[in-house]
């Protein structure tokens, strides 16, 4: 059974920046890579950011390109998203993602989640 537990959210206003954490353990595919997903009230689940472990690849969505990013700590299977620049539409429910197949889409849902936790961003 796999466990991710999210650790960072917060409330900051405009501008602002925090760090989110993913403690990741018991999933095949997180060898491979791993995401961050967010979902605000009354909004569909959206890919944040992914990064595959082998290539250092990382990938983001366009709303949070150069404000976020993804890094991940190997020997510690641990899963970061540094967040700059925050902004109030970047208020919602932020998700540790881990794969159910060798691949981390943005626009896929077929992962494992965190609990989840919350960033507020006020103006």
């Known amino acids: 059974q796999g466990q991710l537990v999210e650790f960072g959210g917060g409330s900051v206003q405009a501008g602002g920046s925090l760090r989110l954490s993913c403690a990741a353990s018991g999933y095949t595919y997180t060898r491979y890579c791993m995401a961050w997903f967010r979902q605000a009230p009354g909004k569909e689940r959206e890919g944040v950011a992914a990064i595959y472990t082998g290539s250092g690849n990382t990938y983001y969505a366009d709303s949070v390109k150069g404000r976020f990013t993804i890094s991940r700590d190997n020997a510690k299977n641990t899963l970061y998203l540094q967040m700059n620049s925050l902004k109030p539409e970047d208020t919602a429910m932020y998700y540790c993602?881990?794969?159910?197949?060798?691949?981390?889409?943005?626009?896929?849902?077929?992962?494992?989640w965190g609990q989840g936790t919350q960033v507020t961003v006020s103006e």
């Open positions: 993602a881990a794969p159910q197949s060798a691949g981390c889409s943005l626009h896929s849902k077929s992962y494992y």
